[in-house]
């Protein structure tokens, strides 16, 4: 019996807190008690280190500034940013006089109010046909 009034109030305590720890969690999202700011303009994501990874994104509101986490995904287009988002469409022909292949995409979303072209084009290098394995290798065993 004793056994069960322990994990019953154990349970009790772990729900109290994560119950605490998510309403400090709003309070922090919505800027703290009286944060009078609603547009806010959010610089683009500047990594830490090099030029993908974790880093930092700036946000100004009238003479408030806040700059929260955020991260660069290390295979992002540099062209047109982390924070353009687009829907593209299947890859072109491949164009034998330049060597490249091309296709088109159009803006899905634009994250912190990024400045993004409402059409882009992305070109890649034709990638060369590949040839059938020319023989299997041998498995190891006894001879």
């Known amino acids: 019996m004793q056994h069960r009034a322990f994990l019953l109030f154990a349970l009790l305590a772990l729900l109290a807190l994560t119950s605490a720890v998510a309403k400090n969690k709003d309070k922090v999202k919505k800027g703290g008690p009286g944060n009078e700011c609603a547009e806010w303009t959010w610089g683009p994501c500047t990594p830490s280190s090099k030029d993908c990874g974790v880093g930092f994104r700036e946000g100004t509101c009238g003479a408030q500034t806040q700059r929260i986490r955020c991260r660069v995904p290390c295979n992002w ?44 084009l992305v070109m890649k290098p034709c990638t060369p046909k590949t040839k059938a394995k020319a023989k299997a290798k041998k498995g190891k065993g006894k001879d």
């Open 77 to 120: 287009k540099k062209e047109f940013g982390a924070d353009c988002k687009y829907k593209f469409e299947s890859w072109g022909a491949c164009d034998g006089g330049t060597g490249t292949k091309a296709r088109q995409g159009t803006l899905k979303k634009a994250r912190y109010n990024a400045q993004c072209q409402e059409t882009i």
